[in-house]
């Protein structure tokens, strides 16, 4: 098993920053590709960003591109979302999750991942 703990969430204005964190422990890590999803209220969990094994594969969605940076610390079995210029429209609980090493595309599709964490609220406030 892995286990996976977010955090860095919280409330923030509109064009504002966070930097949300997932520890992992229980696998090794650098065995595992990495993705940020998110679940607004009343919809459906989407992916936002994902990060592959050694860091030199990235890939998200367009609503982030340009604002939202995913980075990962293999020394600190750590994985990183940088949101910037955040908007309303950002408002969510993020999860991070693990996937053993997969293809770009496999790492945007959340039901390939089977390891999550338990999701950080983030509000935007307008």
């Known amino acids: 098993q892995m286990q996976l703990v977010e955090s860095g969430g919280g409330l923030v204005q509109d064009g504002g920053s966070l930097r949300l964190s997932c520890a992992a422990s229980?696998?090794?890590?650098?065995?595992?590709?990495m993705g940020w999803f998110r679940q607004a209220p009343g919809k459906d969990r989407e992916f936002v960003a994902a990060?592959?094994?050694?860091?030199?594969?990235?890939v998200d969605v367009d609503p982030v591109k340009g604002r939202f940076t995913i980075s990962r610390d293999n020394a600190r079995n750590t994985v990183y979302l940088q949101m910037n210029s955040l908007k309303p429209e950002d408002t969510a609980v993020y999860y991070c999750?693990?996937?053993?090493?997969?293809?770009?595309?496999?790492?945007?599709?959340?039901?390939?991942?089977?390891?999550w964490g338990q999701g950080t609220q983030v509000t935007v406030s307008s």
């Open positions: 229980g696998r090794t890590f650098i065995n595992y590709d």
């Open positions: 990060i592959s094994w050694n860091g030199d594969n990235t």
């Open positions: 999750a693990a996937v053993f090493r997969t293809t770009t595309q496999g790492m945007t599709n959340l039901k390939n991942y089977p390891y």
